[in-house]
């Protein structure tokens, strides 16, 4: 059984700065995928930020430039720097591991003032 918890999330002002984590443990094997995701109230699910079993990363456009996802020395820890923050990134942000559509952690809440 895989377990994914994320940490980090809180209130904070427009422009501001948070660090996001995700601890994945349980029956894993190697170096899987990591990648975030977000949900605003009202909206779907959306793609945040992504690294591979290699090291390599992609992000939507939407935080390019402000936001930058990377791994722990465990490499089954996974970080979002969030830099720059705006009223629209506002959501609940959940961490995935693998790609796969069932492996979620329970999300944290990340609230942005204007």
């Known amino acids: 059984q895989v377990q994914l918890v994320e940490s980090g999330g809180g209130l904070v002002q427009s422009g501001g700065s948070l660090r996001l984590s995700c601890a994945a443990s349980g029956d894993i094997f190697g170096i899987p995928a990591m990648a975030w995701y977000r949900q605003a109230p009202g909206k779907q699910r959306e793609f945040v930020a992504r690294?591979?079993?290699?090291?390599?990363?992609t992000y939507a456009d939407s935080v390019k430039g402000r936001f930058t996802i990377s791994r722990g020395n465990a490499k089954r820890t996974v970080y979002l720097q969030m830099n720059s923050l705006k009223p629209e990134d506002t959501a609940v942000y959940y961490c995935?591991?693998?790609?796969?559509?069932?492996?979620w952690g329970q999300g944290t809440q990340v609230t942005v003032s204007s």
């Open positions: 690294i591979s079993s290699m090291g390599s990363t």
């Open positions: 995935n591991l693998g790609d796969s559509s069932t492996l």
